[in-house]
């Protein structure tokens, strides 16, 4: 990030102001209980990072784990279904956690029975599975369900249930609930058939938008009605939301159903949520289909069941998770212990919002224009109308959104963990931002689906940013997303850089980048820029590597390039008269993530260069690791000797270890992985160099290489002249088999990234420090910046290459390849200047390659673009 001098309007808000000056005062913290005690013993693992999704997954305390390990370790706990001590032991703490959920919610077994789950979509599921739906028929329109369209998914979802049944699904809008609510008569008969079933959320997990919990009896009792249906209605309450960090009192508010999911409270367990069934409701539930438990006898060879009496037994199909269902014991010991209860909790978390709110929603430009645009259906008055999440989106100072993703990225770039997107709520997502359904249909043809990162669609969102407080949130929590934003929209950059700091130092280079005045040379010889085939298939035996692992020095050509006026940039053509493109280097990164091997001349293979990408650092429990979750990757350095047939990793303060380029993979032991989405087949390179990465990052690391039989086919949007049965086929890269980087590109950039050094002086971001950033295979001198994203094809020599499309950038360029160090202003700035896209560079497939004689890609060789306009090629 650029330091700089705050515009006006963007100072912090001064907590203890607004406390005093809000009525009543407003509660933070715990009373005596230090807060900042609390995180530091409980959530220390937090330290140097903002989470703010809570909304999506609370975290669990450190002593609620010990509880609960401890009493695993002391205790035997059987399957609930036998009779052994063991498992009676199971079944009475079962029980007794059923009576804790119960008392938790202010009700008691005499009116409520409570049914494990897996989640709170299971339990929504189940309702729509046994509710006593009538079918619709000649003399009755049957059963009616109705929806709030501020609802998660899971809701939404009841409908293909319910139309499976012949029933029909009336999507109802907040404003006519509240319309309803407002006339108050009596449009309905609570005692007549058939019966209906209406679903809300107590809270949006939208918006945090609390509805009022009085539409429970005023929908049961008549006096309200969704639509004007004659029949009793009931009430399915969707509580996920709200009961994490709200008291929920069914002794005033008896929903006929309540779905909650435990790890929104408590963090731990996940996979566990229950459906509160009101005594009156249960009798009328329908069951079909009967498992393990549920049955108090049945025949085989004939159709004879009879269902268990307890609703809970009749449909908790299977033996339940009961460590599980013991461990919300240890949950809401823990959480009345830290907090004194959820009022509590409510109390706090609303501060914390409102607080940010305020702040963030007074936020404004020199212009006047907003720096957020916040969606609500609240002021944040009161916690009885408004939950901890704050939705919103970023503009510019002109009123244009600033996609979602970007912002994602750039919190990501100071440990602020936020949740961007729709939230599984689509209708809310509509009637916030606008978005009509025809809309949503194109946005879908133009291949954004949920949970991707297309953020913006002809410049209009396609969703927003979420951030969320939960009970162990602080006020630092909120003020540093608050700074975040001030520092990244209402500074003015003086070009000070000030990075992070992380353990590590810069790799001395091995050798002395060669500008393009110096042939290539391989074993001793001088090669011509031109020359790509060579017939002798021994020279990939003799192919010298001696090359720099993070050199990338700029040719001599261009240190005195004069630049470009603006009549000239915005020319949409090539100039001829500005020479030849030009390969200045080559890189390959044989590790993944770890520090880019440079060459002079290389040989291709059918998934790219040779050994780039082929292999990976894993954890333990085989996730990829890249430098966003560890920087410290770009400090291994690897060589590969062909000749010898070894690469070697170097790192300071390790000695260096050899690894085979061809290990005996059938011997070794085959591993399933991911890259990007995409099913790998692997094998672990060993414990020898096991050891030397777990030394190197102080925690349990593999190396693992792609299996030379598996076959990774790139998707289809590359290479789309392909032919039947020809799919390119990829490494361990993320998207394609190459990626090429322009010169003039990184230099229009560059100039944007000026700093001072110690003595005050201006300076330029180093030139080659930038283009490490980039991790591109191929950097080519051009003569213009960003014209490669005009090109649709290139020849290299005899190599051809289809240009698949723009890469996508991500925090990784805002870490310094020779130290592992941040700094986030080279992605602010890239976003800046590329109209809020961060694109940058291009990939490259093959579209036909003929391995009968090695190919090879040269430094100092001709790049010969084909516009995507006309199809022309520019020589």
């Known amino acids: 990030m650029a330091s700089g001098t705050a515009q006006p309007g963007s100072e912090l808000l001064d907590f203890a102001r607004f406390r005093d000056s809000s009525s009543p005062r407003l509660t933070y913290g715990y009373g005596p209980r230090s807060l900042r005690e609390l995180r530091e013993r409980e959530f220390g693992r937090l330290a140097g990072t903002v989470y703010l999704d809570h909304a999506g997954a609370t975290l669990f305390p450190q002593s609620q784990l010990t509880s609960f390990t401890n009493d695993l370790l002391k205790n035997v706990y059987g399957n609930p ?63 009616w369900f109705c929806y709030l369209t501020d609802s998660h998914t899971s809701v939404v979802g009841m409908r293909e249930v319910t139309k499976a049944m012949n029933i029909t699904s009336i999507p109802v809008r907040p404003e006519d609930m509240q319309s309803a609510e407002t006339r108050g008569a009596a449009s309905c008969d609570p005692d007549s058939q058939p019966l209906h079933l209406f679903c809300y959320p107590a809270q949006s997990n939208f918006s945090g938008t609390r509805y009022p919990l009085s539409w429970i009896e005023g929908i049961k009792s008549g006096r309200m009605c969704p639509v004007n249906a004659p029949g009793k209605w009931f009430v399915l309450l969707d509580a996920a939301s709200y009961v994490s960090t709200s008291p929920l009192d069914l002794s005033v508010y008896q929903a006929d159903f309540v779905s909650v999911s435990f790890y929104k409270i408590f963090g731990f367990p996940t996979g566990l949520g229950a459906l509160l069934v009101n005594n009156r409701m249960a009798p009328l539930l329908r069951k079909t289909y009967f498992g393990g438990g549920t049955a108090a006898a049945y025949l085989a ?71 957020v645009r916040i969606y609500s259906d609240s002021e944040f008055s009161s916690p009885e109308v408004q939950g901890p999440i704050i939705n919103f989106n970023v503009l510019d100072d002109r009123g244009n959104v600033i996609g979602y993703s970007q912002v994602d990225k750039m919190a990501s770039l100071y440990n602020i963990q936020v949740r961007t997107g729709c939230f599984c709520n689509t209708g809310a997502c509509q009637r916030h931002l606008g978005i009509s359904n025809e809309r949503v249909k194109k946005h879908l043809q133009a291949g954004h689906v949920c949970g991707d990162n297309i953020d913006l669609i002809d410049g209009q969102p396609t969703g927003s940013v979420r951030i969320s407080f939960g009970y162990m949130s602080t006020l630092e929590d909120a003020q540093t997303f608050l700074r975040f934003i001030i520092a990244t929209r209402l500074h003015w950059p003086d070009g000070q850089l000030l990075p992070q700091t992380l353990a590590g130092e810069a790799p001395a280079p091995l050798a002395e980048c ?27 035996d003799n192919l010298s590597t001696t090359m720099n692992a993070v050199g990338l020095c700029p040719p001599v050509c261009e240190v005195n390039r004069s630049q470009q006026t603006p009549s000239e940039k915005a020319e949409g053509v090539l100039n001829g008269d500005r020479g030849p493109h030009i390969v200045t280097n080559i890189c390959l990164y044989p590790v993944k993530s770890c520090a880019a091997f440079e060459v002079t001349r290389w040989p291709v293979g059918n998934q790219g260069l040779l050994y780039d990408r082929s292999w990976m650092v894993v954890n333990h429990n085989g996730i990829c690791l890249s430098q966003k979750q560890e920087p410290r990757l770009c400090l291994i350095q690897p060589f590969i000797d062909l000749q010898q047939r070894i690469m070697v990793l170097k790192a300071k303060g390790m000695e260096p270890i050899e690894v085979p380029l061809e290990g005996n993979g059938e011997r070794a032991q085959i591993c399933q992985s991911k890259v990007c989405a995409d099913r790998v087949n692997t094998y672990d390179c060993g414990e020898k160099i096991s050891r030397w990465l777990s030394k190197f990052f102080g925690r349990e690391c593999h190396l693992i290489k792609q299996s030379s039989n598996f076959q990774r086919k790139a998707k289809k949007k590359h290479g789309k002249d392909q032919s039947p049965g020809s799919t390119p086929t990829l490494s361990l890269v993320n998207e394609a088999q190459y990626l090429l980087l322009n010169r003039s590109s990184v230099l229009e950039l560059q100039q944007q990234l000026n700093f001072s050094d110690e003595n005050g002086k201006e300076k330029l971001f180093p030139m080659s420090d930038l283009i490490s950033r980039f991790r ?47 700094n986030q202003e080279v992605f602010q700035k890239l976003s800046e200047s590329r109209k809020r896209k961060v694109n940058f560079g291009v990939y490259l497939m093959h579209t036909s390659l003929d391995l009968s004689s090695p190919r090879f890609l040269s430094v100092g060789s001709q790049v010969l673009p084909v516009l995507k306009e006309n199809g022309e090629c520019h020589h």
């Open 81 to 143: 279904h036998s009779q052994n001590i063991n498992s009676r032991l199971t079944h009475d703490t079962v029980e007794q956690v059923r009576y804790r959920v119960l008392a938790h919610f202010h009700t008691s077994p005499d009116d409520y029975c409570v049914i494990f789950t897996s989640g709170c979509t299971a339990a929504l599921k189940l309702v729509a599975e046994a509710f006593p739906w009538v079918p619709g028929g000649p003399k009755s329109s049957g059963s």
């Open 301 to 371: 060879g004939e159709d004879f069941y009879v269902p268990r009496q307890s609703v809970s037994e009749r449909f908790e199909d299977g033996t339940i998770s009961f460590l599980d269902v013991i461990a919300l014991k240890h949950g809401f010991d823990t959480l009345e212990c830290l907090t004194g209860g959820m009022e509590n909790i409510k109390q706090h978390t609303f501060t914390l919002a409102q607080y940010t709110y305020s702040a963030l929603s007074s936020l404004r430009y020199p212009n006047g224009a907003p720096v």
């Open 514 to 540: 060669k500008s393009l005045s110096t042939l290539a040379v391989v074993d001793g010889h001088s090669l011509s820029p031109q020359e790509d085939t060579l017939a002798d298939s021994g020279v990939w």
């Open 776 to 822: 591109a295979n191929i950097i080519t001198n051009g003569t213009r910046a960003f014209e490669e994203e005009k090109w649709d094809e290139i020849s290299i020599g005899s190599l051809r290459f289809q240009v698949s499309g723009p890469c996508h950038r991500c925090q990784m360029i805002c870490i310094d390849q020779q130290t592992g160090q941040r």
